[in-house]
C-alpha cells in the first residue's frame, strides 16, 4: 500500500482525503474559503483563510454521493461515530505533513520540520516498500570525536572515553564491515505473513534498505528470504521466541552488491584519472629536471600524490569482490520485536550477538558472524587490547569497528547515550576525505569537523526506531507505527556533512 493520495496532493483546500470533493461558495458562514470543500457526514468542510482553520457548517444538499457512505441501517453505528473512528490501516496525509512532534518514550519528543516531511513524503510515495512491511528503519551512526594522534582521524581511544563519562563502563566492539544496510521482515510462513503484514504483493517477507526501498528484486528477495527462514528455523529461534515472525538488521556484503554503479561513477573513476594525471606529471617533471631545471621537490609532491592515489584504489578495492551469490552477515539482532507484546530492546548486546550466531551457525554459506571483544572502559588493560584489535582490524585492510554498550540502551547525565559509535581506520576513511586527506595541512583542516549535529541525529533516529518497533510489538495500528518510521526518513533529509 502507497500513500494513493500523493500525486493528488497539490495544496489544495481539501485536507480530508477519501472524501468526494465539491465546490463551495466564495463565502461560507461569513467565512472565506479557498475553490475546495468536501462534504463530511451531512456536513461542508472548508479551509478559513488566512487564519487556516477548518470550519464546518451543514450542507444544504448533497452535491455528490460519497465514495464510501455511511451506513443507514438501524443497527450501524451513529455517522459521528463512525467519523470518529479510524481504519487502523489507513494512513492520512495529515498524520505526517507539516511540522510535527513524535513523542517517543526513551528521548521525549523528536520534532521534524515540514520542509523534512515533505522530502520524506516524495520518497515515500514513489520509491519506498508498502508501509506494512516498514516497521522500523535503520539509525544513522555518529563517529567518535576526532583523535588528536598524529596521522589519525579517529582512534578507539575517544569512544571509550566517551561511554566512560557517561557511565558507560561496559562496552563491546563489533567489527565494521563495508556493506550496505538492510532490513529484513521475516515471517515464518505465508500465513504469518498474511496475518500480520497483510503480505502484499504475496510476498513472504521483505528486505529493504535504510529509505524504505525494496533492496533486490522480487525474485532474489524470496531466494533470500527462503535461506534466511531456513536458518531461522533450524536455530529454533521461531519456538523460543514464540513468535511466527522476526525483524533482523543486517548487512549486505559485498559492497559492491548494491554499490557497484557508484563505485564505477564516483571511486573508480577518480582513481583512473588521479593515476594517469600524476603518472605523467612524474614524467614531466623529470624531464623538466633532467635539462636542469630545479623540479624535486614538485617530484617529490608528486610522488607522494601518487602513492595516495593507488592507496585509494587499493582502499575500495577491498569492498569488491564478485559472488555467485550474495552473503549477508546480520550486524545485529535488531533491538525490537520478536511477536506481539514483546521487544527485545531491553536485552544486551551479548544476547542479540548469540541469536546472530546461531543463525550464522544455521547457514554459515549464506550469514556471516560479527567479531567482537566486550571491553571494561575504567580496565586500561582491557582497552589496551581492544585498541591493539582495532589496529590489527585497520592493518589488515578493515573498515574498522562500532563500539556501543554492553547494556544496549543507556542513559546517562544528559538523556539518552550513543547507541554506537564508529571507528574507523587511517586508509578507509581515505574511502570517504579523498586521496590525499593524510596530507598534514588537510588532516589539520578536517579535525575541525563538527560532530553535534551528527549526534543528535543519530540519537533522535534510534529513540524513533525503538518507538516503531515497541507500537508495532503493542499492535498499534499502522499509522501509529508508519508515523514513527516516516520520522526517521525525514530526519535522514536534514542538512548534515555526509562523510561523518
Not at 563491546?172 to 521482515?185: D, I, L, N
Request: neutral net charge; charged residues 25%; hydrophobic residues 40%.
Amino acid at each position: 500500500m502507497r500513500y494513493p493520495w500523493a500525486n493528488d496532493y497539490r495544496g489544495k483546500a481539501t485536507v480530508l482525503y477519501g472524501h468526494t470533493p465539491v465546490p463551495t461558495p466564495e463565502w461560507v458562514n461569513n467565512t472565506m474559503c479557498l475553490d475546495t470543500g468536501c462534504v463530511f457526514g451531512g456536513r461542508l468542510t472548508a479551509l478559513r483563510y488566512p487564519e487556516r482553520e477548518l470550519v464546518s457548517v451543514p450542507a444544504a444538499q448533497v452535491y455528490y454521493a460519497p465514495s464510501k457512505p455511511f451506513p443507514t441501517n438501524a443497527e450501524a453505528a451513529p455517522a459521528a461515530e463512525v467519523a470518529a473512528r479510524r481504519d487502523p490501516d489507513v494512513l492520512d496525509i495529515t498524520d505526517v505533513m507539516g511540522t510535527r512532534v513524535v513523542e517517543t518514550t526513551h528521548h521525549g519528543r523528536v520534532s521534524v520540520r515540514e520542509e523534512n516531511a515533505a522530502a520524506a513524503l516524495e520518497v515515500m510515495s514513489r520509491f519506498a516498500l508498502d508501509p506494512h512491511w516498514l516497521l522500523y528503519l535503520p539509525p544513522t551512526m555518529s563517529p567518535v570525536a576526532t583523535s588528536t594522534q598524529e596521522g589519525l582521524l579517529e582512534h578507539p581511544e575517544q569512544a571509550f572515553e566517551a561511554y566512560r563519562a557517561e557511565g558507560a563502563f561496559a562496552v563491546v566492539c563489533e567489527e565494521k564491515h563495508m556493506g550496505s544496510r538492510a532490513v529484513v521482515a521475516l515471517p515464518r510462513d505465508a500465513g504469518a505473513a498474511e496475518r500480520r503484514f497483510g503480505a502484499p504483493g504475496g510476498a513472504s517477507g521483505a528486505i529493504y534498505t535504510r529509505t524504505g526501498r525494496p533492496f533486490f528484486d522480487p525474485a532474489l528477495t524470496e531466494e533470500l528470504l527462503a535461506r534466511l527462514r531456513a536458518a531461522a528455523e533450524k536455530a529454533g529461534l521461531y519456538e523460543e521466541l514464540n513468535t511466527d515472525w522476526l525483524l533482523l538488521d543486517a548487512e549486505i556484503l559485498p559492497w559492491s552488491a548494491k554499490a557497484l554503479d557508484l563505485l564505477k561513477s564516483q571511486y573508480a573513476s577518480v582513481g583512473a584519472a588521479a593515476r594517469a594525471s600524476l603518472r605523467w606529471r612524474y614524467s614531466f617533471f623529470q624531464q623538466a629536471q633532467s635539462s636542469g631545471l630545479a623540479t624535486s621537490e614538485l617530484l617529490a609532491r608528486t610522488e607522494s600524490r601518487s602513492a595516495n592515489a593507488s592507496a585509494f584504489t587499493e582502499a575500495y578495492g577491498r569492498y569488491c569482490w564478485p559472488t555467485g551469490w550474495t552473503h549477508r552477515r546480520s550486524c545485529r539482532a535488531l533491538p525490537g520485536a520478536g511477536r506481539e507484546g514483546a521487544t527485545y530492546h531491553d536485552q544486551p548486546h551479548a544476547w542479540h550477538l548469540d541469536v546472530i550466531d546461531r543463525l550464522v551457525a544455521a547457514d554459515p554459506e549464506t550469514l556471516r558472524a560479527t567479531r567482537r571483544s566486550f571491553v571494561d572502559t575504567t580496565d586500561p588493560g582491557s582497552v589496551s587490547m581492544a585498541t591493539a584489535w582495532w589496529e590489527e582490524l585497520t592493518g589488515a585492510g578493515g573498515e574498522g569497528m562500532v563500539v556501543k554498550p554492553a547494556r544496549n540502551v543507556v542513559r546517562g547525565r544528559r538523556g539518552l547515550v550513543q547507541p554506537g559509535l564508529k571507528v574507523r581506520g587511517r586508509e578507509y576513511l581515505r574511502i570517504i576525505y579523498g586521496p590525499d586527506y593524510t596530507e598534514p595541512a588537510n588532516l589539520e583542516r578536517l579535525r575541525s569537523r563538527g560532530l553535534g549535529h551528527k549526534r543528535s541525529l543519530a540519537a533522535r533516529e534510534y529513540a524513533l526506531g525503538l518507538e516503531a518497533v515497541d507500537r508495532a510489538a503493542r499492535g498499534e495500528p499502522l499509522w501509529r507505527v508508519h508515523e514513527c518510521v516516516f520520522a526517521i526518513l525525514a530526519l535522514e533529509s536534514e542538512p548534515v556533512d555526509p562523510r561523518l
